[in-house]
């Protein structure tokens, strides 16, 4: 099956879940390459990265401490087209991946993805418990199917921002190694 690559490293500071990648994003070869998503200028306006860049050069993220994966690697259409297998084999690779690369903070992009992955309701924003030691936060989804409003999704992406600043302060305050769980 031809996917999309992970773009992981140990201990970045934000891993950005997607739900699956779209058939044209895995034809292109890159995250989030629909003509309607949203993602990569909200990701720079909302302040998460400091310039501009587009899915053609989605592999940068990691120049700025970002990860990008998905909870289920196969590529459709749409999120509708998943099985119920498929995101229980996700929920067990997703969960390797965060345990192995340790990220400071995890936010998932779109409220069905967490909701999957976590087998409970949620709301949108920072969510009381941490995965692996890392902060969790529910992004609106950026996809062009979303019926929210790009302001609605750019205001959830700042506070993103916001968290992923905090918490690297705060690491940076109590030094490395040191667990910053609350």
Same mark, same amino acid.
């Given at each position: ?6 773009? *992981? +490293?140990?201990?970045?500071?934000? #891993? @950005? ?12 070869g890159h995250y989030y390459a629909?003509?309607?998503? $949203?993602?990569?200028? @909200? *990701? ?8 501009? /860049?587009?899915?053609?050069?989605? =592999?940068?993220? @990691?120049? /700025? ?14 999120a509708e087209e998943l099985t ?9 690779? *997703? ?10 903070? #995890? &936010?998932? %992009? ?6 999957? /992955?976590? $087998?409970? =309701?949620?709301? /949108?924003?920072?969510?009381?418990? $941490?995965?692996?030691?890392? +902060?969790?936060? #529910? ?20 506070? *993103? &921002?916001q968290v992923v600043a905090r918490?690297?302060?705060? +690491? ?6 040191? %667990?910053?769980?609350?």
């Amino acid at each position: 099956m031809r996917t999309l690559p992970d773009h *992981l +490293r140990k201990g970045m500071k934000l #891993v @950005i879940v997607g739900c699956n990648p779209s058939e044209s994003s895995v034809r292109v070869g890159h995250y989030y390459a629909g003509r309607t998503n $949203q993602f990569w200028p @909200i *990701l720079y306006e909302s302040g998460v990265v400091p310039e501009p /860049f587009d899915y053609h050069d989605d =592999k940068r993220v @990691i120049e /700025f401490g970002i990860g990008l994966t998905d909870l289920v690697k196969r590529p459709t259409k749409g999120a509708e087209e998943l099985t119920r297998g498929d995101f229980a084999e996700g929920r067990i690779v *997703l969960s390797q991946k965060l345990e192995e690369f340790s990220p400071h903070v #995890v &936010a998932f %992009n779109g409220k069905i993805v967490y909701e999957q /992955f976590s $087998q409970r =309701k949620c709301k /949108f924003g920072l969510q009381k418990e $941490q995965l692996y030691g890392a +902060r969790v936060y #529910v992004l609106p989804s950026t996809s062009g199917q979303n019926a929210q409003g790009k302001s609605e999704k750019l205001r959830h992406f700042r506070k *993103l &921002a916001q968290v992923v600043a905090r918490t690297e302060k705060e +690491r940076d305050t109590k030094g490395p190694g040191v %667990n910053t769980e609350k």
